[in-house]
């Protein structure tokens, strides 16, 4: 079972910026690929970004790109996700996920309990 711990989300207003960390542990980690995904009320789940964890090359969601930004470090089994020129549509309760990636698509097998983004206007 891998664990995963989010935190960094918050209130903002329109135009700033947030960092998530997202923390992996567990003895069934190993190095699985990890993204992030948003629910915001009333819609369905979404994808944000993915990041493969061995080669570091990522993918993002249109609506993020040129905005956010996944990364990774290794030695602390940690994940980020910057989040630059936020906008209220950006709210949500932001997960993480770890998994495995087929066909450039992350596939969860685990879930963070998320964590709450706010963005004022």
């Known amino acids: 079972q891998v664990q995963l711990v989010e935190s960094g989300g918050g209130l903002v207003q329109a135009g700033g910026s947030l960092r998530l960390s997202c923390a992996a542990s567990?003895?069934?980690?190993?190095?699985?690929?990890m993204g992030w995904f948003r629910q915001a009320p009333g819609k369905e789940r979404e994808f944000v970004a993915s990041i493969i964890w061995n080669e570091g090359s990522a993918r993002y969601a249109e609506s993020v790109k040129g905005r956010f930004t996944i990364s990774r470090d290794k030695a602390e089994n940690t994940v980020y996700l910057q989040m630059n020129s936020l906008k209220p549509d950006d709210t949500a309760v932001y997960y993480c996920?770890?998994?495995?990636?087929?066909?450039?698509?992350?596939?969860?097998?685990?879930w963070g309990q998320g964590t709450q983004v706010t963005v004022s206007s």
């Open positions: 996920a770890a998994g495995l990636t087929l066909s450039s698509v992350l596939l969860p097998r685990s």
């Open positions: 567990g003895r069934t980690f190993s190095g699985d690929d």
